[in-house]
């Protein structure tokens, strides 16, 4: 079935430093993919999505783009603050199926000293 | 804020135990989906309602069950409760297929 693989965390950097969070993929057909984060103490918030390959998310200075050849979709930002610690969630929805589930990774928290 | 409510925020009851969570979704989204997120287990897919129907099941136990009302809230029901099934329940809704905006989330302890 469905599944997605993210790098495990903890993942600790210092301010202003450069993140890539790495995120891969198995799906039929031609999911969309997501990026959820989850701050402390609170709900997921969509950070960012892409529908289709070659597509790139932005939001927040964070971006991610869908690579069908690699099925990936790794989330990048130039220069991370502290403001950004948090779980960081990709996910997929597939779209071969009738339900509109969303098939997550298991999470990598971020830690960004200041 | 995404427009998805939940209540409680909180619930502490004991095993044996049976508790209802309560989702209201954003204006005009028909589809209600629940989430169980577990230290162990991750976040898991539960449950989707639509417009009134279930649309579909994931790894929801038989001892939980949930409903979407005419006007289109839901509620998901809890019962037998085990040390096990504490955990953070999340709502999400959504017009249709792909971007789903969460709720706060109720966080039961069972103790």
């Known amino acids: 079935g469905d599944s997605v693989t993210q790098m495990e965390g903890p993942v600790t950097l210092s301010e202003e430093a450069f993140l890539t969070i790495n995120c891969t993929y198995t799906a039929t057909g031609y999911p969309s993919l997501f990026w959820y984060v989850q701050y402390p103490g609170e709900g997921l918030q969509l950070l960012l999505k892409?529908?289709?390959?070659?597509d790139k998310g932005s939001n927040k200075g964070f971006e991610a783009t869908y690579r069908k050849e690699t099925t990936s979709f790794h989330l990048e930002k130039g220069s991370v603050q502290v403001s950004d610690s948090a779980v960081y969630f990709c996910?997929?929805?597939?779209?071969?199926?009738?339900?509109?589930?969303?098939?997550f990774g298991k999470g990598t928290r971020l830690h960004i000293l200041p | 804020d995404s427009g998805v409510t939940q209540t409680p925020k909180h619930l502490i009851t004991a095993t044996g135990q049976r508790v209802t969570l309560r989702c209201s979704p954003r204006?005009?989204?028909?589809?209600v989906y629940w989430y169980q997120q577990s230290l162990d287990q991750g976040l898991q897919f539960l449950i989707q309602?639509?417009?009134?129907?279930?649309?579909a099941k994931g790894n929801i136990l038989e001892r939980f069950s949930a409903q979407q009302f005419p006007d289109l809230h839901s509620e998901l029901n809890l019962s037998s409760l085990e040390l096990g099934d504490s955990a953070l329940y999340f709502c999400a809704s959504s017009v249709g297929k792909d971007t789903q905006y969460f709720g706060p989330g109720t966080r039961l302890t069972v103790l």
């Open positions: 204006s005009g989204d028909l589809s």
């Open positions: 309602y639509y417009n009134g129907e279930e649309r």
């Open positions: 892409a529908t289709k390959a070659d």
């Open positions: 996910a997929l929805s597939g779209r071969e199926n009738r339900d509109d589930k969303i098939i």
